[in-house]
């Protein structure tokens, strides 16, 4: 027996108590991410929206084994932010379509969830009518007569079947259950709103509506409902990227709380409030990045304002890399590589920087490296 099989379905249930604690730690760490976005500037916040779009949309498709191109990612959300100098990169239908559903989950969290939303982000992920080589119906729910199942094909050897989804006839009726608790609590929140989150989330993943795609719509409708909870279509955090990083997890997760006869979700809750907490760490942390880069630039403004467009590149390439992420430090060919800069220009200006304090030279000859100085900030 599965979940939506137990007496009672959908009456979900989880020990208050036992959520108490994640939700608690979940909560310290939004205060502490929203408190560092209050003292953000204008660009720094863009930037780091557009790093939760980009991660959003790259894990979400990730954790279903496809891979959009960061690139392109990039320069859609870019776009989609209104940001200047948005690369010249052209569009991906997937990585489009992906953004689309993203951009339209969180951008009506003032609005109730229908149905005819649901179908509208399905067809935009399916704009074919197929997935693969595969027809499916697109922007309905499914109707096939076949058991919706979530197996792994094995070559020689039985599928093993991981879950079954309630039959195609049940989904209208299931769909407007949920739709209808969800929009209730998004009124009258009596419930806490991570809570919220990662019960729809479950919930639907449980009814499986659609013939493909519901991981990722079922991800944006999480989305929604954390969106609701923050009161702003804002991305300053990305849920999936924590998600993929422990997609083994997530399943499995996902199969122990949809895959027996009970009601009771409380570990499931737990889990899904943690993945917040880190969501909300992990931005937390890329705002204090952002915050020591502007310190960082302010003091090298205020005490070298001379330096060269080209000084600048170098020292913005190994400031983004970070202590570990240039591998092998600057070097004089890596610095005419980078900036366009001859070799005796490069020879020179690496040298100033060392004179200046802002690079520390190590090696000698061929072996001679340059590594950003990080007390300048």
């Given at each position: 027996m599965t979940i939506w099989q137990a007496s009672g379905w959908p009456g979900l249930t989880w020990d208050a108590n036992a959520v108490t604690a994640p939700l608690a730690q979940a909560r310290l760490a939004q205060g502490r991410m929203l408190g560092l976005a209050s003292g953000l500037g204008i660009m720094d916040l863009a930037k780091l929206q557009l790093t939760g779009w980009t991660q959003e949309a790259v894990a979400t498709a990730q954790i279903e084994g496809e891979q959009l191109q960061l690139s392109s990612v990039r320069a859609s959300a870019t776009r989609r932010l209104g940001l200047a100098d948005?690369?010249?990169v052209a569009r991906d239908p997937r990585t489009e379509a992906t953004l689309d559903v993203l951009q339209a989950a969180v951008s009506r969290w003032e609005h109730t969830l229908g149905e005819s939303d649901l179908f509208d982000w399905h067809a935009a992920l399916f704009p074919t009518g197929r997935s693969g080589v595969t027809r499916i119906t697109s922007g309905g729910w499914r109707t096939h007569e076949e058991p919706m199942q979530i197996v792994t094909p094995r070559i020689g050897k039985p599928d093993v079947v991981h879950y079954e989804a309630p039959p195609s006839t049940d989904v209208?009726?299931?769909m407007?259950?949920?739709?209808?608790w969800l929009n209730t609590h998004s009124r009258v929140p009596e419930i806490d709103g991570l809570v919220r989150a990662a019960v729809a989330h479950l919930w639907f993943e449980a009814i499986h509506p659609f013939e493909d795609g519901n991981g990722r719509i079922g991800r944006a409708v999480a989305e929604l409902a954390l969106a609701q909870d923050m009161r702003s279509d804002r991305r300053l955090f990305s849920l999936s990227a924590q998600l993929a990083q422990d997609r083994a997890g997530y399943y499995a997760?996902?199969?122990a709380a949809t895959g027996q006869p009970?009601?009771?979700i409380t570990p499931w809750v737990q889990w899904f409030v943690g993945r917040i907490q880190a969501a909300?760490?992990?931005?937390t942390g890329q705002m204090r990045a952002a915050l020591a880069h502007s310190r960082y630039w302010a003091q090298v403004n205020a005490d070298h304002p001379a330096l060269s467009a080209s000084q600048r590149k170098a020292l913005a390439r190994l400031l983004e890399a970070g202590p570990d992420g240039f591998a092998g430090g600057m070097s004089t060919e890596k610095y005419v590589n980078l900036t366009g800069?001859?070799?005796a220009t490069a020879y020179r200006e690496l040298t100033q920087l060392t004179e200046l304090g802002l690079l520390e030279r190590t090696g000698q000859g061929r072996g001679t490296r340059y590594g950003l100085v990080v007390s300048a900030s």
């Open positions: 948005a690369p010249a209208a009726a299931q407007r259950a949920l739709l209808e997760q996902l199969q009970r009601l009771d909300f760490d992990a931005a800069a001859s070799r």
